[in-house]
C-alpha cells in the first residue's frame, strides 16, 4: 500500500478516464463498452479526438464532413457519458506527415492537465490494420503516458503549473484484426497483457453509439453496397441504403465485434485489450501488503 | 483451465486444421500491381515472383512499382549502381511476364525521413491510373524488418491501397478524368529468417515453370546476385574442409553461382510447399476485401448472396 499511495493512487478516489482516439469512431468500436461502464460507475471521462475525420464520408466535401464528425463525436460521446472532446484537429489519415514529437507533447499537456488515473489509447502493435493513423496516434499516445510522468520533459508546462504526472492503468485498444492479439507476448512485469471486459450491460449504449456517427456509418454501408454490387453481389439489407439499414448494419457490426471479443471467455459480449495495470510498473516481489 | 491458456492453445494455429497452411487461389480481378522499395525485391528467396508468374499465368496485367533508386546495390558507385539496378529490374520484369516497370526514384535506403504522404499520393495517382484488383509488397506490420525502406514503403502502400478509393484523397486527380479506385486485396511479404517476420495465413500453389521463372529473374539482378565472387568463396571454404561440389567440376564461377542461386530457390520453394501439403509454394499475409470489417465477417458471410 505504501508504494502505491506514494505513487498518487489513493484506493477511494473515483477514477479519471482519459481516451485517446484517431479517428472519432475508433474509441468507441474497440473500448466504447468498457468506457461506459466506467462513465456510469462515477469515472470522469474526458476524450481526446486527434484527427478531424474530414476523409471519412460519402459524396460529402471535407468542410462538410468535419462538421458533421463534429457534431456526431459529441453526440456518441454524450451517449457514453464522456464529459468533453478535446479535437486537435489533424487532417484524418494523413498523421504519417505529422511530427511525432508534436502529437506526444500534445497529449502529454492534456495528461498533465487531467491527471487521469486510467488511459484508453491506440495499440501500435496491433497487426494487419489498414488505418494507419491508428499507429501513428497510438505511438504517439503510448510515449505521452510515459514521458508526462517524466519531470524534463516539456519544462515550459511546468512553468504554466502543470506537474509530471503518471497514470497508473493503461488500456490499448484494437479492433480484433490480429489474429495474435490474445498471446502475451511476455510476463506482465515487462509487456501489457491481455485483458477481457464484459461489456453485455452496456451493449446497447454501444451501439447507440456507434450508431451516432451517420456520416462515416453511411460510407462505410454505401462502399461495401457498392463493391458487392459491381461483384455480382447483394446483401438484402442494403437492397436499399438509408438510416434505418445503416443503423441496423452498425448494430451487427458492434454485436459481431462484441461476440468475436468473447469467444472463448466467460462473457457474451466482450472488449479485447492490452492491458499494463500496477503488475506492468511494479513487479509483484517489489509490492508490500498492507 | 483458466480462459488465458485455452487462448494460448487456440490462438497459435493461423493453419488450417491437418496442421498446414491453407492454399488460396487467386482472387478474380484483371490487374495487380507491385510496390516495392527495390529493384529485388519481388524476386528474392522469399517472394513475390512466384506469385507475380502465377497471376500473369491467370490472365493478370502486373505492374511494378519501384520506389527508391537502388543506387547502393552493387559495385559501381551510386548513378551507375542506379542505371544497371533499373535495366536489370526491367528484364526481370519481363522473364516474369510483367507490363511495366515505374521508377519513383526516391533515394536508396534514405527513404526513413521521407515525407511519408507524398509516396503515398505517388502510389494513389498510380492506383488510379492501372486500377488494380490487388496490391503486393512488404508487409509493414512485420517485424525485425531492418530495411528502412521496406517499412516505410510498406505503410505507404498499406494506405494507398484502400485510400485511392476515397472521394476527397487528392481530388485534383478528376481533372484527369481519374476516378477514386480501390483495390480490395493485398499480399504481404516478409522474410521469416529474422526472427518472427510475419506469420502467414496463406500458401499460394506454385507450379514448376513458375519457380523456374522466379530462379532465372533473380538471376537476371547480376550487379547484386549470381555473382562469381560468391561461388569462389564457397569453393575456397569447401576446400578448407576437404570437400567439393561435384556439379561444379569444370564449369566457370559465373556458371556456379547461378547454379546456387537455382538450388537455394528451389529449396525455399519447396519448403514452402511442403507447408502447405503442394510441391512448390510462397506463403503471405493475405488481406481479403472484407477484412477491414471484422464484427461483420460473419454476419457478411451468411447474409451476402449472388445476384
Ligand atoms: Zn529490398
Redesign the pocket.
Known amino acids: 500500500m505504501f508504494l502505491l499511495s506514494a505513487l498518487g493512487i489513493a484506493a477511494a478516489q473515483q477514477p479519471v478516464v482519459l481516451v485517446v482516439t484517431a479517428d472519432a469512431p475508433d474509441y468507441v468500436l474497440a473500448a466504447g463498452g468498457t468506457i461506459a461502464g466506467m462513465a456510469a460507475t462515477g469515472a470522469a471521462v474526458h476524450l481526446v479526438r486527434v484527427t478531424n475525420d474530414e476523409k471519412d464520408s460519402w459524396k460529402l466535401s471535407p468542410e462538410e464532413t468535419i462538421r458533421r464528425a463534429t457534431e456526431e463525436s459529441l453526440a456518441a460521446a454524450k451517449i457514453l457519458g464522456v464529459r468533453d472532446v478535446h479535437a486537435l484537429g489533424y487532417r484524418g489519415y494523413d498523421l504519417g506527415g505529422v511530427s511525432f514529437t508534436e502529437i506526444r507533447d500534445r497529449l502529454i499537456f492534456l495528461i498533465r492537465h487531467y491527471k487521469p488515473t486510467v488511459m484508453f489509447i491506440p495499440n501500435p502493435y496491433t497487426e494487419f490494420d489498414r488505418v494507419v493513423d491508428r499507429f501513428y496516434t497510438g505511438r504517439a499516445a503510448e510515449d505521452a503516458w510515459r514521458a508526462a510522468a517524466l519531470e524534463n520533459y516539456q519544462p515550459p508546462y511546468a512553468d504554466a503549473g502543470m506537474r509530471p504526472h503518471l497514470t497508473p492503468e493503461l488500456y490499448y485498444y484494437a479492433q480484433p484484426h490480429d489474429p495474435y492479439r490474445r498471446e502475451p507476448e511476455s510476463t506482465a512485469t515487462f509487456v501489457p497483457q491481455p485483458k477481457f471486459v464484459d461489456i453485455a450491460a452496456q451493449l446497447d449504449r454501444k451501439i447507440r453509439a456507434a450508431q451516432a456517427f451517420s456520416t462515416s456509418n453511411e460510407n462505410m454501408a454505401r462502399r461495401l453496397a457498392e463493391r458487392l454490387a459491381s461483384t455480382g453481389r447483394t446483401l438484402p439489407l442494403l437492397a436499399t441504403v438509408n438510416d434505418g439499414s445503416i443503423a441496423k448494419l452498425v448494430e451487427e457490426n458492434v454485436r459481431g465485434l462484441a461476440a468475436v471479443n468473447a469467444k472463448e471467455t466467460p462473457h457474451r459480449a466482450a472488449e479485447e485489450f492490452r492491458y499494463a495495470g500496477v503488475e506492468f510498473r511494479i513487479p509483484r516481489k517489489y509490492r508490500s501488503a498492507r | 483451465m483458466r480462459p488465458i491458456l485455452l487462448f494460448l492453445l487456440l490462438a497459435l494455429p493461423v493453419a488450417s486444421a491437418d496442421g498446414k497452411l491453407p492454399l488460396k487461389p487467386l482472387p478474380k480481378g484483371k490487374v495487380a500491381m507491385v510496390i516495392q522499395?527495390?529493384h529485388?525485391?519481388h524476386t528474392t528467396d522469399y517472394g513475390m515472383g512466384g506469385l507475380i508468374a502465377r497471376f500473369v499465368d491467370e490472365g493478370y496485367d502486373v505492374y511494378y512499382v519501384r520506389a527508391s533508386n537502388d543506387e547502393k546495390d552493387g559495385p559501381h558507385g551510386y548513378p551507375r549502381n542506379d542505371m544497371v539496378n533499373y535495366r536489370e529490374a526491367v528484364a526481370a520484369a519481363k522473364v516474369l511476364g510483367m507490363k511495366k516497370v515505374i521508377s519513383l526514384n526516391w533515394r536508396n535506403d534514405y527513404m526513413n525521413p521521407i515525407p511519408l504522404n507524398e509516396l503515398r499520393n505517388q502510389i494513389i495517382l498510380l492506383i488510379r491510373k492501372y486500377k488494380p484488383d490487388v496490391v503486393i509488397g512488404h508487409n509493414p506490420w512485420e517485424h525485425y524488418q531492418k530495411?528502412p525502406?521496406?517499412r516505410n514503403v510498406g505503410r505507404a502502400m498499406a494506405e494507398a491501397w484502400w485510400m485511392a478509393g476515397l472521394d476527397n484523397v487528392l481530388p485534383e486527380h478528376k481533372l484527369l478524368g481519374m476516378e477514386p479506385h480501390q483495390a480490395w486485396y493485398l499480399y504481404g511479404k516478409a522474410r521469416l529468417d529474422w526472427g518472427l517476420g510475419q506469420r502467414p495465413n496463406i500458401a499460394v500453389e506454385l507450379n514448376a515453370e513458375q519457380v523456374r521463372r522466379k530462379q532465372t529473374a533473380y538471376e537476371t539482378h547480376r550487379n547484386v546476385y549470381a555473382n562469381p565472387a560468391s561461388a569462389r568463396a564457397y569453393k575456397a571454404a569447401l576446400a578448407r574442409e576437404n570437400l567439393h561440389v561435384p556439379e561444379w567440376e569444370n564449369i566457370d564461377d559465373q556458371t556456379a553461382a547461378v547454379m546456387m542461386e537455382e538450388w537455394h530457390m528451389d529449396w525455399i520453394s519447396r519448403q514452402r510447399g511442403a507447408q502447405a501439403g503442394v510441391r512448390y509454394a510462397e506463403d503471405y499475409y493475405f488481406l481479403d476485401e472484407f477484412d477491414y470489417l471484422p464484427g461483420l465477417q460473419d454476419y457478411l458471410a451468411r447474409e451476402v448472396k449472388r445476384r
Open positions: 522499395p527495390h529485388d525485391d530495411n525502406d521496406h
